[in-house]
């Protein structure tokens, strides 16, 4: 499991590492931890290994240290910290995982989740997914299918474009006209 710290909690930590489910999330950086025999808040804790004493990973332009840590009402972990370009200087972004695998492995797997974040920034301020005013449950979801298929018919129309390809807001008033039309007239005078 992979999630973002305002969705994932201790319990949520403590109920997935009581079960045996592998997970990678971000932790707010004012938690604390057990990191050699010192509890201490994870902020705190960067600061013994900020960029010039962490390891560069150039695939990902960060620098970055693991450590293995223990976080009360869960369990050991790693925690991994994480040094992104921010500004003039580099913010810190702290994850924990049960994972016991290299740190490339688990950045790239932060980077997917990341990505999907970008893709869910698309569905809601150009495609309306978070504008839903139904109250029912099957509703709501018909709402985010009819998303999903426009999000598919801008693309598709991105896709016939020539190269260049068109720009997104284009694409999608070229794909709203050809719905506009269809629905109107059962013909887009567009061509297909």
């Known amino acids: 499991m992979v ?5 994932f909690n201790r319990i949520a930590m403590r109920s997935l590492h009581g079960m045996d489910v592998p997970f990678l999330a ?9 990191f050699e025999q010192t509890y201490l808040c994870i902020r705190d804790l960067a600061e013994r290994y900020r960029p010039d004493k962490a390891r560069y990973y150039p695939r990902f332009g960060w620098y970055a240290k693991k450590l293995g840590v223990f976080l009360p009402a869960v369990g050991p972990l790693y925690l991994l910290l994480v040094w ?22 688990l950045l790239s797997i932060w980077k997917l989740r990341w990505q999907e974040e970008v893709a869910h920034r698309i569905y809601k301020q150009n495609l309306g997914l978070s504008r839903c005013q139904c109250r029912k ?27 260049p390809p068109l720009d997104w807001r284009l694409a999608q008033r070229r794909a709203a006209l050809k719905l506009k039309y269809r629905l109107l007239t059962e013909q887009s005078p567009l061509g297909a």
Do not use: C
């Open 3 to 7: 999630a973002d710290a305002q969705m």
């Open 26 to 34: 971000r932790i707010r950086s004012h938690s604390k931890v057990w």
């Open 137 to 163: 449950f099957a509703s709501q979801v018909k709402h985010a299918d009819l998303v999903l298929q426009a999000f598919h018919l801008v693309r598709a129309e991105r896709a016939r474009a020539n190269a």
């Open 84 to 105: 992104k370009p921010q500004g003039y200087g580099f913010g810190l972004m702290a994850l924990v995982t049960t994972l016991d695998q290299g740190m490339q492995s």
